[in-house]
């Protein structure tokens, strides 16, 4: 029996780790906030021993971040990265690789979520769990996304699984794993759990402190002895995160409404699935799953800076009890037509989410104009040309990285003290930059237009039309070029 429960699992594994690399391969750029992690991980691969030459020591960020992803991600990644080069591949292929090995990282939890889901409330539950995930854009599109919180994710789903299994030992250690390295601000997710346990006196005082003290000494020491190697000096990064957001209250820059992560951020992300949350509240254990993600929810938006990533982990446990409503549905589908009623709506609301999964990947397909405007350069300019590329800011936002510096004998800056009135634009042979009309203006009499490239601006709607949405895209990014002196 255990036997065909797994050969009927496998399809859902298969469609989670498909539509994962779906986003990837329509959307395999990346953008600002994922900048640190993928090119540390670059720098992991190809520079190696060479920490001279690492991204962060030039562009360090507005607060330092830990290594320990990026190794982790790398050593997985590394033995098909090296084939790569030996077969010399583009080292674009090598950033789809990194991406890809985060994203089996995040599935492979999600799964072992499915698992003990599958145990606690069946295989019905557990698979409109999984079909729910796979129809969803947000957790999707993130799972590949060298993001902090995309590296917590799968070590906050383990601990989850851990605690829902009641195995205590597990989620203490990786708590304070995921909270110390990662996340500091998931001591409130997590501690929420562990406060319940201690509440419900499944867990003493006792075990909890010889835990926590020892997983909680072990992570310190591993975050300071890394990083400190990295960043050449004495730093717990978490540690000056949590001091920059919290003590210095620099989040306070970034401000949105105290419900928004309710009205805005839960709904977008969980589509149509949100509805039946109500109808999982029926079972007394989905409600003890749900008190910590909603008390989490809440705390944080005490903080005025909110994103959306920032609450990636409650996602799944949404899920989770959204999945127990639709069971309930199912379950009664013979009883009488308003089960059968509901029984469609819960189909429906699947297929409903894809196709707003759609529109957004297709939308987000058009928000890298920095990434294209990369590989424009390396298309239309012979490899054997000298060229001295400025790359501006917003390029650098948009999607590149150093993954797409693949010619080794150009030169690529990202100089941010140069801009278009200043002397030293004149030493550049090709520039990529924001196509904006009042600098390139100031170019004219060094550089012009080569190519553009055009991105998201906005979408339209026309009910005369099919489909009748459709994406409005502008010139984004331009690639200017050095004028022959005559």
């Known amino acids: 029996m255990a036997e065909k429960k797994n050969v009927l699992g496998l399809p859902l594994l298969l469609l989670l780790l498909a539509v994962a690399f779906l986003h990837l391969f329509i959307c395999p750029f990346t953008k600002v ?17 060479h920490f001279d030459q690492y991204d962060h020591h030039e562009f360090p960020g507005v607060v330092p971040r830990t290594f320990i992803g990026p190794l982790f991600v790398s050593s997985l990644c590394s033995p098909v990265v090296l084939l790569s080069s030996l077969l010399d ?48 854009f947000h957790l999707m599109f993130y799972s590949t996304r060298t993001l902090p919180n995309v590296f917590a994710l799968p070590i906050v789903l383990i601990a989850f699984t851990s ?35 201690l509440l419900s006196r499944k867990l003493g005082v006792l075990e909890l402190l010889y835990h926590a003290a020892l997983a909680g000494i072990l992570s310190l020491a591993l975050t300071v002895a890394v990083d400190s190697f990295f960043w050449r000096k004495l730093l717990w990064p978490e540690g000056q995160v949590l001091w920059y957001n919290t003590i210095l209250n620099k989040s306070s820059n970034w401000t949105s409404p105290f419900l928004w992560y309710f009205y805005s951020a839960v709904p977008r992300a969980l589509g149509c699935s949100l509805l039946f949350v109500p109808v999982g509240l029926l079972d007394r254990r989905a409600r003890l799953l749900l008190l910590p993600t909603v008390g989490f929810i809440l705390i944080y938006s005490l903080l005025p800076h909110k994103e959306l990533r920032f609450i990636i982990y409650t996602f799944p446990v949404l899920n989770l009890v959204a999945a127990r409503g639709c069971s309930f549905i199912l379950s009664s589908y013979q009883k ?64 590149v990285s150093r993954f797409l510096e693949q010619n080794r004998h150009w030169r690529y800056d990202k100089r941010e003290d140069v801009g278009p009135s200043s002397p030293e634009m004149q030493t550049y042979s090709h520039l990529l930059m924001e196509a904006n009309a009042t600098q390139m203006e100031l170019l004219r009499h060094t550089h012009q237009p080569l190519a ?5 601006s906005g979408v339209a709607f026309n009910m005369f ?10 010139r984004k990014t331009v690639l200017m070029e050095r004028r022959t002196q005559v």
């Open 33 to 49: 906030e994922e900048s640190f992690n993928l090119q540390a991980a670059h720098d992991l691969l190809y520079h190696r021993s």
């Open 89 to 136: 591949a583009p080292k674009f292929y090598a950033q789809l690789m990194v991406r890809a090995s985060l994203g089996v990282c995040v599935i492979s939890a999600l799964w072992h979520m499915q698992r003990e889901v599958r145990r606690q409330f069946g295989s019905t539950v557990a698979g409109l769990f999984c079909l729910m995930c796979a129809s969803q």
């Open 163 to 197: 605690w829902m299994a009641q195995k205590y030992s597990r989620f203490i250690s990786l708590s304070a794993l995921v909270i110390i390295v990662f996340r500091s601000e998931l001591c409130i997710f997590l501690g929420l759990m562990l406060l319940i346990s």
């Open 336 to 399: 009488s037509w308003m089960y059968k009623l509901g029984s469609l709506v819960v189909v429906g609301q699947l297929l409903t989410n894809a196709a707003y999964s759609s529109v957004c990947l297709y939308v987000s397909h058009h928000n890298y104009p920095g990434g294209r405007g990369m590989q424009e350069v390396h298309r239309l300019l012979p490899p054997t040309a000298d060229v001295f590329l400025h790359i501006d800011t917003f390029a650098a936002e948009t999607g």
């Open 452 to 456: 553009f490239m055009d991105g998201y």
């Open 465 to 474: 039309q099919f489909p009748p949405l459709s994406v409005r895209l502008e």
